[in-house]
């Protein structure tokens, strides 16, 4: 008879052992959070929410909450993984301990948000000077994306609503620093709105824009060094005014709804008009056009502003729609930027997308739902997410390189954080010794000691 073979080698599986831990690439995020000085910002920011007899810092504890997300926990509870290994994170609160702090700072109301925001704009700005070459303004101009969110809700939470997808739940509104082809990007921005909150509701882009700029250090305020860009929801009369009239540090690249106007500006363009598309690359895009509009479509519209618009072939078995022409899909955004070739700056409008990738992102990072009840405390939620979706972008600019800092957070954990070691303790220090047949040990060897190099905030 031949012996059976299985497909996986068998092991005994027994409890007890000691001087292992898991997660132990999540180093790399605690090495993050004390470059960046981010620990000692958000502990001074929080510092009047403390009690006298409280044990817990409700900084660490608001910073330990935003590891446990970025490490893939979706709930309060899941800072259970951080205290299950004092090794790694030190003291970490009790499940009760966390859930009265996010209810106090949640009573806590604008004065609590506004000493988060503070203290990761404070300490933004720290990481941006210390990544250099790296940093999202390394090129002199800051990229800040706007974009809505759906947030399904499977239960009657506080402001859930039916959503103009037909679903159920929340609209938050969010703004995102894009760090180019090279690395991902990073939250600047996060507000709670009802699931039936507009797409193109003026006041709260405003809000939103308002609050991201806030994040960026005060040399932007200066020179056109910020870029906002937004899709067609933020092509509102009042939107558009409100950034001309910040347009002596002010750029914008908004997407704009294609009217009968507008539609009938563009029959009357002719060919001799229309712009080649280009690639990234600088390669010209085969069936896709641009033109600048000009006429009574843009009266109305502040001072400045430019209409450009892109035709293209659809894809096979694209449906096109009413205001397309020729049979070609039309699209168009407004810019008040003069000093660029219009298929360049469609060419940056386009590269909006990518807040699409910073969306699938923060619904890995703990946007999947809102998991509190009432809104004011899913606003502190939406804090935490950030924070975590700040630590996973601050440490690939800080400490990885090429390839590996495009890395979303699914590969990070899978690749990098998940990684275990064995906890040895020589000369009175403790190491972590990671598997040297783990393929990525190097990836986390070389970023630590990168993160060593970086000086210490003061």
């Known amino acids: 008879m031949k012996k059976r ?61 935003a590891l446990a997300v970025a490490l893939g926990g979706d709930c309060l509870a899941d800072v259970a993984m951080l205290r299950a290994e004092p090794a790694m994170f030190g003291p970490v609160a009790s499940d009760p301990t966390v859930s009265r702090l996010v209810d106090t700072l949640a009573a806590g109301g604008n004065r609590a948000l506004t000493a988060i925001r503070q203290a990761r704009a404070h300490s933004r700005e720290h990481v941006w000077q210390l990544a250099g070459d790296t940093a999202p303004d390394a090129d002199g101009q800051v990229t800040v994306d706007l974009d809505g969110v759906l947030v399904i809700s499977h239960s009657d939470k506080q402001d859930a609503a039916a959503t103009w997808k037909r679903t159920f739940g929340h609209h938050p509104l969010m703004g995102f620093v894009d760090h180019g082809t090279g690395g991902s990007g990073e939250p600047v921005a996060a507000v709670l709105r009802p699931g039936n909150a507009g797409s193109n509701t003026a006041a709260d882009h405003i809000t939103t824009a308002q609050l991201a700029l806030a994040q960026l250090p005060k ?24 950034l001309a009239k910040r347009g002596r540090w002010l750029s914008y690249s908004v997407g704009m709804t294609i009217t009968e106007q507008i539609h009938q500006a563009v029959l009357k363009v002719p060919t001799r008009a229309w712009t080649p598309a280009v ?28 209409l450009i618009v892109r035709k293209e072939r659809p894809h096979p078995g694209a449906q096109l729609r009413i205001t397309d ?52 405390q899913n606003q502190i939620w939406l804090e935490i997410v950030q924070l ?45 010794r990671f598997a040297s047949h783990w ?20």
């Open 5 to 65: 073979i299985g497909s996986y080698p068998r092991v005994r599986v027994e409890g007890g052992g000691r001087g292992v831990v898991s997660q132990a690439g999540s180093v790399l995020l605690v090495e993050t959070v004390r470059k960046s000085g981010l620990d000692q910002a958000i502990s001074t920011a929080l510092a009047p929410w403390r009690k006298p007899r409280a044990v817990h810092d409700p900084g660490k504890v608001l910073l330990d909450v």
């Open 219 to 242: 040399t932007y305020r200066r020179g056109r060094r910020t870029l906002v860009r937004t899709d067609s929801g933020g092509g509102t009369h009042e939107f558009v005014a409100w």
């Open 279 to 306: 690639e990234p690359g600088g390669e010209i895009r085969d069936g896709a056009w641009v033109a600048e509009i000009i006429g009574d479509c843009l009266k109305g519209w502040p001072k400045g502003m430019r």
């Open 325 to 376: 022409a020729d049979g070609l899909r039309l699209t168009c955004f407004a810019t008040n930027t003069t000093d660029m070739p219009i298929a360049a700056l469609e060419l940056r409008h386009r590269r909006r997308a990518r807040a699409e990738d910073r969306i699938r992102a923060a619904r890995a990072t703990g946007l999947r739902n809102l998991p509190l009840h009432d809104t004011a």
């Open 388 to 432: 975590a979706l700040d630590l996973l972008a601050w440490m690939p600019m800080l400490a990885l390189l090429g390839e590996t800092r495009r890395w979303e957070p699914r590969r990070l954990r899978l690749r990098l954080f998940s990684a275990a070691a064995q906890i040895i303790t020589t000369a009175r220090r403790r190491r972590l």
């Open 439 to 458: 393929p990525w040990t190097d990836v986390i060897t070389d970023a630590l000691a990168r993160l060593e190099t970086l000086p210490n905030p003061g």
